[in-house]
């Protein structure tokens, strides 16, 4: 079971840090693909610490880094072979969880996040930062 799980987030997290990478690349030039790997790295941190934080079960936890990515419901639907009305009620709960009431507050956490990471905040200051922001 912890081996499982272990290796779920290791995937997860090399899914989601070059999933942003990319993203970021495409902006400001492949240069910048290690620096922006170690900070969305810290990111990734941060956001699990929270995650842990509201006790999210293994499912909230996915669709929150669905969510980070920037996916839309219809695809992350897709992706996991759920209808979107589902996507959407764990969309709900996640947000509850988090006391936030919206996509969009968890996106403007995130991007703020990664931005002071671009700054060089640590993965710890981050996740203080990002405990603030949902509560």
Known sequence: MISEQ???????????VAALVVAASANLGSSFATTAS??????YQALRQVAEDARLTRVLELRLFEIAEGLPYDEIAGKNGLS?????TEA??????LGVRCRHEVEGAIDAAICRS???A???????????RFE
């Open 6 to 16: 272990v290796h779920w987030r290791t995937a997860h997290e090399q899914t989601f």
């Open 122 to 132: 640590t993965a710890e200051d981050l996740h203080g930062f990002l405990r603030l």
């Open 92 to 97: 709900r709960i996640l947000y509850r969880a």
């Open 38 to 43: 170690n900070n969305f790295a810290a990111v």
């Open 84 to 88: 979107i009305n589902t996507i959407k």
């Open 118 to 120: 671009e700054a060089g």
